[in-house]
Nanobody
Framework: QVHLVESGGGSVQAGGSLRLSCVAS????????LAWFRQASGKEREAVAI???????YLADSVKGRFTISLDNDKNTVYLQMDRLATEDTAMYYC??????????????????WGQGTQVTVSS
């Protein structure tokens, strides 16, 4: 079992920055990654970024050049640094984990564990 707790969300104006954190606890053998997804009102959950415990990271095309993901394995914490935020980044951001194949990291159904989410609101 893996328990995930997100923090760091809030309201910011377009062009601003936020840093999200997700702390994982429980059985480390039950996961090989920590990832970020987001879900805007009325839309499906979409992948944002993932950090594998082995060191690889991937970002969705929509956030490349603006967001950075980093993983502190000692602290069991993944960070999502979000810069140059835009109104379309407004969503609930969720941390996901499990044993996920890298080639399918964008698929929410591959994640067994989810946090409760943290809201990010970007205003113009």
């Amino acid at each position: 079992q893996v328990h995930l707790v997100e923090s760091g969300g809030g309201s910011v104006q377009a062009g601003g920055s936020l840093r999200l954190s997700c702390v994982a606890s429980g059985n480390r053998d039950s996961r090989n990654c920590l990832a970020w997804f987001r879900q805007a009102s009325g839309k499906e959950r979409e992948a944002v970024a993932i950090a594998f415990t082995g060191g690889s990271t991937y970002l969705a095309d929509s956030v490349k050049g603006r967001f950075t993901i980093s993983l502190d394995n000692d602290k069991n914490t993944v960070y999502l640094q979000m810069d140059r935020l835009a109104t379309e980044d407004t969503a609930m951001y969720y941390c996901g984990s499990g044993v996920v194949p890298a080639r399918n990291w964008r698929l929410p159904q591959n994640y067994r564990y989810w946090g409760q989410g943290t809201q990010v609101t970007v205003s113009s």
